[in-house]
């Protein structure tokens, strides 16, 4: 998922909802039926001054039943961080770029025919297909309208799932699914690339000439959809997404981050090369050098268009994996550097001790909220310098012993 006030596909829960200490228990957040219906009622009335139908507001919005495994799902928050090797090895399977690659073949003319109308290369589209449904194998079973209505009505969100539940219903008129069939993830998420109702009306396109857009049942309109939220974004079609990369035995890791953008001159004279040694491209370009497993893993240089992918969501991980998967699909091989599979699984509680430590200590992490994002991993990383260590940002246990932290 991504931040909620933007209008795109997924969201993001670390960008989206506020910590789970923020948020009422299930058990609080369970509506009466009575409130609910009359919550129901005010959306209704919000609905018709927005010019929805009766006929959809009587026949989806007022049936809506409350679901309260929804509540949970929201308020659900994961008990252990995930390892970058943990996160890459479930998402870009064998099987997965397999069947990425029959896909590309099986829809090379579509896609073409997509990436010369919105500029978006199709291994690319075949990715972001794998990684949202797995190419559309699981959509999600929950009714779209019964899981916005409910985060609706409930007062964690209610402002923001108040609109997407309008979004909904505004498809529901315009006939491009029927009531029954409008199905997704707890959230609203929806069809074979998990669009928003908001991302939807913005951006989805009847690509196959029915009539209807049609994000379930249409692999002409999903991928045609996706392309152009894409390309709205910003994607630049005759550029990568970025590459792996192989770094100087004396690379200074603190000139790693997201945030700290260099030419490709620049990281080449850092000591950055291909991972066959061979000298950089030499392109006018900007790129930030990522370490997301530390000097041990995997180091990649990520360009404007990584930027992109993160706009659709906001997780660095994310983006790896979608730049990585069009990689295989497209034909290149394995990295060259695995993520090692021995980094430390932590829970809340021993990220959100290492940040207040780490806070104690100088080295700024933010308000301590138990998410090792690239905040505290640079405060890591500005901590290892101070120790004479490697300043890659990379928890380990010695980090996590020089910081007191019990394992």
Known sequence: MTTAKRLIPLLLLSQVYTSASAAPTTAEATLSADAFANCLTRLGERAKAEG????????????????TRVIELDRQQPE?????????????????????????????????????DYGVPAHYLVAFWGLETNYGSFFGKMSVVDSLSTLACDERRSDYFAGELMAALRILDEGAIAPEKMEGSW????????????????????????KKRDLWNSTPDAMASAAKFLQSLGWQQADRWGREVKLAVDFPYLEAGLNQRKSLAEWQKLG????DGSALPQADMQASLLVPSGHRGPAF???????????????????????????????????????PEDAPRLNRAQVMTMQEQLNKKGFDTGTPDGILG???????????????????????????GLLGVDL
Do not use: C
Request: no cysteine; hydrophobic share 40%; net charge positive.
């Open 52 to 67: 929805i139908s009766d006929a959809t507001i009587n026949q989806s919005l007022l049936k809506a039943t409350f679901n």
């Open 80 to 116: 252990f961080t995930t390892t970058f090797a943990d996160y890459l090895n479930r998402r870009v399977t064998d099987q997965r770029v397999i069947q990425g690659r029959e896909l590309l073949a099986k829809h090379r003319a579509l896609l073409s025919r997509v990436t010369r």
């Open 187 to 210: 959230a609203g998420a929806m069809g074979h690339t998990q669009f928003m109702p908001s991302a939807f009306l913005r951006y989805a396109v009847d690509y196959d000439g029915d």
């Open 272 to 275: 950055v090369r291909q991972t």
């Open 301 to 339: 240089l990520v360009y404007d268009n990584f930027h992109v992918i993160m706009r659709w969501n906001r997780s660095e991980y994310y983006a790896l994996a979608v730049g990585y998967l069009a990689d295989r699909i497209a034909g290149t091989g394995k990295l060259m550097q695995p993520p």
């Open 374 to 400: 690239p905040g505290t991993r640079r405060a890591v990383s500005q901590f290892q310098h101070q120790q004479g260590m490697i300043a890659d940002g990379f928890v380990d246990k010695s980090i996590l």
